[in-house]
């Protein structure tokens, strides 16, 4: 029986993404590390997508990094090159690595090296800027390529002594913990930040660079409480990437956003993308800013969706509703719903205030087509026009037709084996 | 005495589908069921319930 074949598929990958071991390692050098960068490689959050359909913030990024990579000198020679066809862009996705918001990753950008120790795979994503003004919302200015260009030449090499001092992080425990202290892993990171500066604090002290620059660098990361997001990020993508390719399995394993096309990958249909429009995001602006300046949804982000925190842990962090919108009682609600469409309680990821239940995790495109529940998102909102950056923060859902399109190629690719 | 009544004489063979409280409230009075994990479909799109149909 077919529901068998399904059943069994989706236990092997529930077990996978259960027993990941995400671990932080080192920081590299992107066009070192990532697997298939070249310097005229720009990596780029959610699915496929050609220069001329990307939209304002993600174009902003592209063009930001090219000032950075010094290919172009400013924003109109950067406009001309990045229509060239002399840039390859490709989904950060295809190169086992992740972005937040336009995810846009270039060769001399430094980035954290994940492992997912139970299963060897790796994963890899760039360090956060902060908030405003910056690369990931579309953000070009001078003082975003300094920042970018600081990160390389103090905040990276710093950190990567602090890290060889300290040894290898376990982030699935330190996630475990932020969970349990008032974050939900995507749009709520202050926990997080703070148990990374708790550990490593001890090591950058230790670190041969002066005082001055280690009172800079501590101070950079505790003036930004998303820091920790471009870690939970990669552990959620390393643990995801373990169960790809499970034959007959309705899990979805990826979820992403490039800012005009919201896209879906399940583990059972291999590499493909299935994908429907971006959707605007519902909830509180910055102060200035209104509906019909935000750009659709966008980045890298929803992976941690897509691994049972973020959104769907909602009910552990309440006071995220001041941020995106909301109730308490709606933050609980939010995660309750996403149980329905989910195959597993996460075994690690648990919610005090339900109890210490495990956090919905594995969506089963099933489920969502069976019931019309979409994941629940949380998420930052860009600005439409590039070189603005953030104006907000909300929810968000995907287009329900990248679950539909994905169960009819299911059927399809059961139906050429004869087995519906 | 009317068959509903005769009915409720003998022991009751209760299927419970759905709603699972139903179900432990019966219980806790030392009632046997049989609890069926079930919900009605909430979507109404044929094509999708006949995708769906085929992995069943």
Redesign the interface.
Known sequence: M??ER?EAANKKVMKIILNGQPTLLDIGVAGEVIPGMTKKTILHAGPPIKWEKMSGPLKGAVIGALIYEGLAVDEKEANKLAASGEISYDPCHHHNTVGPMAGVVSASMPVWILQNKKYGNYSYCTLNEGLGKVLRYGAYSDEVIKRLKWMENLLAPLLKQALKLHGPIDLKTMITQALQMGDEGHNRNRAGTSLLIRELAPYIIQTKFSEKEKIEVLKFIDSNDHFFLNLTMPACKCTLDAAKNIEFS?IVTAMARNGTEFGIRVSGLGERWFTGPAGIVDGLLFPGYTAEDANPDIGDSVIAETAGIGGFAMAAAPAIVQFVGGSAKDAVNFTLKMYEITAAENNIYKIPTLDFRGTPTGIDI?KV????ILPSINTGIAHKDPGIGQIGAGLVKPPMNCF?DA??A??ED?ETKNL? | MTRINELFQEELKIINMGLESFNENLKKQNVKTVQVDW?P???R?KK?LS??D???
Request: aromatic share 4%; proline share 4%.
């Open positions: 077919v529901q399904i309705t099933r087509v069976e019931t019309g539909e169960l009819q299911f059927v059961l519906v | 919900k479909p909430t979507r799109n999708m995708l769906l085929k992995l069943k």
